[in-house]
């Protein structure tokens, strides 16, 4: 899926992870594509899971670490 890449790339927020993982977010259309992933530095890294969501309430409440 393209739109998984494309919200590690051009993310509208970065929040922290549980685990030294990051999490970025962007809304497409009323639902947030969730990309769970890790950096091992700067131009290499892995993806952890992605999904859709509606609820990201409990996910803002987390350290944002970089926003659009």
Same mark, same amino acid.
Do not use: H, S
């Given at each position: 899926? /393209? *739109?998984? =890449? !494309?919200? @590690?790339? %051009? /993310? !509208? #927020?970065? &929040?922290?992870?549980?685990? %030294?993982? =990051? @999490?970025?977010? $962007? +809304?497409? %259309? *009323?639902?947030? =594509? &969730? @990309? @769970?992933? $890790? *950096?091992?530095?700067?131009? !290499?890294? #892995?993806?952890?899971?992605?999904? #859709?969501? $509606? +609820?990201?309430?409990?996910? +803002? %409440?987390?350290?944002?670490?970089? $926003?659009?």
């Amino acid at each position: 899926m /393209p *739109e998984i =890449l !494309d919200t @590690v790339a %051009n /993310p !509208d #927020f970065i &929040i922290e992870g549980w685990q %030294n993982e =990051l @999490v970025a977010l $962007k +809304k497409q %259309n *009323e639902k947030y =594509l &969730i @990309v @769970v992933y $890790k *950096e091992i530095n700067k131009k !290499d890294g #892995f993806i952890i899971t992605a999904y #859709f969501t $509606k +609820k990201i309430k409990g996910l +803002k %409440n987390r350290r944002i670490m970089w $926003k659009k």
